[in-house]
Nanobody
Framework: QVQLVESGGGLVQAGGSLRLSCAASGRTFSRYAMGWFRQAAGKEREFVSA???????YYADSVKGRFTISRDNVKNTVYLQMNSLKPEDTGVYYC??????????????????WGQGTQVTVSS
């Protein structure tokens, strides 16, 4: 069983930055692909970014060049550095872990563990 706890969300003006953290329990964190998804009010959950167990990174086109995902396998934590934030980045951000496959997926159904989410609000 893996537990994920996100932190770092908040209210920020457009153009600002936030750093989200996701702390994971368990000793096998380093083997999992980790992903970040977000869900805006009234919309479906969407892929934001993911990082493989070996450190390969993937981004949605909408955040490429502005967001950076990273992981610290000693601290069992994955991060999402968000720069140049836009109002359309507003939503609940979820951390997810995929314990079942080797590759990285952009599909939410591939992930079997989820955090509770952290709210990010970007004002214009």
């Amino acid at each position: 069983q893996v537990q994920l706890v996100e932190s770092g969300g908040g209210l920020v003006q457009a153009g600002g930055s936030l750093r989200l953290s996701c702390a994971a329990s368990g000793r096998t964190f380093s083997r999992y692909a980790m992903g970040w998804f977000r869900q805006a009010a009234g919309k479906e959950r969407e892929f934001v970014s993911a990082i493989s167990s070996s450190g390969f990174t993937y981004y949605a086109d909408s955040v490429k060049g502005r967001f950076t995902i990273s992981r610290d396998n000693v601290k069992n934590t994955v991060y999402l550095q968000m720069n140049s934030l836009k109002p359309e980045d507003t939503g609940v951000y979820y951390c997810a872990a995929d314990s079942r496959r080797i590759g990285v997926s952009r599909t939410s159904t591939a992930y079997d563990y989820w955090g509770q989410g952290t709210q990010v609000t970007v004002s214009s």
